[in-house]
């Protein structure tokens, strides 16, 4: 029995953002906008004085995530939405004080690739919005459909799944229904659900087998990419009407020789025993302890930032 509700705690800790957005949010604070723009002026203040404006855009993720690392930056759940013209979100379209996984990346990559506050609102509408256009319709919920291939078009990221894997390369296919998943979300979503159909969700990924047997191709992976676990065909349908194929997302940093992930973990994962924020833990650590013990969970996407 234990180790049923513990299997029941993973799985609901792994759900994707958008997912979790029909279980519940945290509303804004008061003052949170005017806050996020005190902190995002400080932020860049002190990268101007680091000097990490003209270093690599690898250099520039790794200094921005050990921000929220050293702060120990709590998880929150579905912390962003539409700002306070949203329709259906009036969240902040960006904040410092706490993340969720896929929140975490946004800020993070956003803040990598601009060099001033103004740069940062605009590029991390981009990241989060098809074309940049800010509504709940528009937003990247999706990473096999959205989040992925917009950004890949926007010149933001590369898949390098391919380039690193080879031949040991392998896909997951799955159907996204975003019309069944804006149905469950209510009856204010209805109109959303008529306004979007199933689509094929194609995703190549490295196997955690592979990942944990053979260190030269986890040597391959560059210090500063984004990682996606992916999960193929996993079925949600009675929960949120459909089937997903990614379940957590974050940054791989190479210190010292070891990959480490840097993420925003809500705790679930270890057991409830692990503080709920952004942590680092090494990569093979991570796999052993918690995908072998999961036959979902297959393995990992890769991207690489393109520097602007």
């Known amino acids: 029995m234990k180790q049923t509700l513990l299997a029941m705690l993973m799985a609901v800790s792994l759900l994707p953002v958008s997912a979790l957005s029909s279980v519940g949010s945290d509303a804004p604070k008061e003052g949170l906008f005017v806050r996020s723009d005190e902190t995002l002026d400080s932020i860049y203040a002190n990268s101007t004085a680091a000097r990490i404006m003209s270093a690599s855009v690898t250099a520039r993720v790794k200094y921005y995530a050990n921000i929220f690392l050293a702060k120990k930056s709590p998880y929150v759940v579905e912390p962003l939405g539409e700002g306070e013209n949203g329709e259906f979100n009036k969240g ?43 509504s709940y319709q528009t937003r990247n919920h999706f990473p096999s459909v959205d989040w992925i291939p917009n950004n890949t078009q926007a010149g933001f990221v590369e898949d390098i799944t391919g380039k690193v894997g080879g031949e040991k390369t392998r896909w997951s296919q799955t159907w996204i229904e975003k019309d069944n998943w804006f149905r469950m979300k209510g009856p204010d979503f209805f109109q959303l659900s008529t306004e979007f159909g199933k689509e094929l969700g194609k995703i190549p990924y490295l196997s955690k087998e592979d990942l944990l047997n053979n260190r030269a191709l986890e040597n391959r992976i ?65 796999i052993s302890r918690v995908m072998m013990k999961s036959p979902s969970m297959a393995g990992f996407n890769i991207l690489r930032i393109q520097a602007h």
């Open 92 to 134: 902040p379209l960006y904040r410092f004080d706490g993340f969720d996984c896929t929140t975490f990346v946004e800020t993070v990559l956003a803040l990598s690739l601009s060099s001033t506050p103004e740069q940062f609102k605009q590029t991390i509408n981009k990241i989060r919005y098809k074309n940049g256009e800010v």
């Open 222 to 286: 560059p210090s500063g990419a984004i990682f996606h676990v992916v999960r193929p065909n996993w079925d949600l349908k009675k929960a949120i009407g459909t089937e997903l194929d990614v379940s957590h997302e974050g940054f791989l940093i190479r210190e010292n020789g070891v990959l480490y992930m840097v993420h925003a973990s809500n705790g679930l994962r270890d057991g409830g025993e692990d503080y709920k924020g952004v942590k680092k833990e090494a990569l093979r650590e991570y």
